[in-house]
């Protein structure tokens, strides 16, 4: 982690649920927004110092990204790096590249699958998403380097989960002002707790889905508990539940928790 740049736990906490939103926004982008997403998600990372230098501290290595797309065969699909620092700095490189040239994301998504949705779809998680769980995991190394990971209240400890969704902690008593339910808000933490447990003991899912997840979850959880919630946040963690579901298997108890948790979440959107 970067010494000349310094965040404290609030500052943190924005810039990690900030960062997901728009890499999910990005990568669940279908052929005609990717574009667009794209864009967005270049002017986080430039905005962003901390994640900006940690992308400079890997692009050390140069790419002839324009040789290496020329070159393709109509069903070639571009083979990433081995070394976690090249694959950083490729990806990063292939993106740039797509981005200054205006390149065709129909060309770029050509031999990923049967439609261009699905190529689309199955291109960003094959050769983007590489470059998201690097920076996810790097984000997450400042929330260890910062003791984020042994505190209670807004955290999950994903490592040994302790259900720890109640972030107001001493808060006696609730307004009647307030404008959200106070049985459906406990229903809710409940839940999610009982989400986050059996999602991170599922051992068939990537354990990079369950912390985005988790997280996103988390935000969410904080957010109904706000005088007015974020759309945005409640929206995105509906829709990696809904991924998460995608791939948990009928009947488990991530799948089942998972149904109960959308319904929930929706019912504040």
């Known amino acids: 982690m970067s010494q000349d740049v310094k965040l404290d736990e609030k500052e943190y906490q924005k810039l990690s649920l900030h960062f997901r939103n728009v890499a999910s926004r990005f990568l669940n982008s279908n052929i005609d927004d990717a574009p667009d997403n794209l864009e967005r998600f270049l002017i986080f990372i430039e905005d962003s110092p901390i ?3 940690f992308i400079h501290e890997n692009n050390k290595v140069t790419y002839d990204i324009e040789k290496v797309l020329k070159s393709r065969n109509y069903n070639d699909q571009i083979k990433l790096p081995i070394r976690k620092s090249e694959e950083i700095a490729f990806i990063f490189q292939l993106i740039n590249y797509v981005s200054i040239n205006k390149f065709s994301y129909y060309s770029l998504v050509t031999g990923y699958g049967r439609n261009f ?3 689309c779809n199955n291109f960003h998680n094959n050769t983007i998403k590489p470059l998201v769980d690097h920076i996810v995991s790097y984000l997450g190394e400042m929330a260890i380097d910062m003791g984020l990971n042994k505190k209670s209240g807004t955290q999950f400890n994903i490592g040994d989960f302790r259900g720890q969704l109640n972030h107001a902690e001493g808060q006696a008593s609730i307004s009647a002002e307030q404008t959200y339910n ?3 808000v406990e229903e809710l933490k409940d839940v999610a707790q009982k ?12 354990d990079t889905d369950k912390e985005d997840t988790v997280e996103l979850v988390e935000a969410a959880v904080q957010e109904v508990e706000s005088e007015k919630p974020k759309k945005i946040i409640l929206k995105t963690a509906i829709e990696n539940v809904k991924n998460i579901k995608e791939v948990a298997t009928t009947g488990t108890a991530v799948y089942t928790l998972g149904d109960q948790l959308l319904t ?6």
């Open 117 to 119: 949705n699905d190529m």
């Open 264 to 269: 929930l979440i929706q019912s504040f959107s």
């Open 51 to 53: 994640i900006n230098e």
């Open 182 to 184: 106070e049985t459906k």
């Open 195 to 206: 989400f986050a447990k059996a999602l991170m003991e599922d051992t068939s899912i990537p």
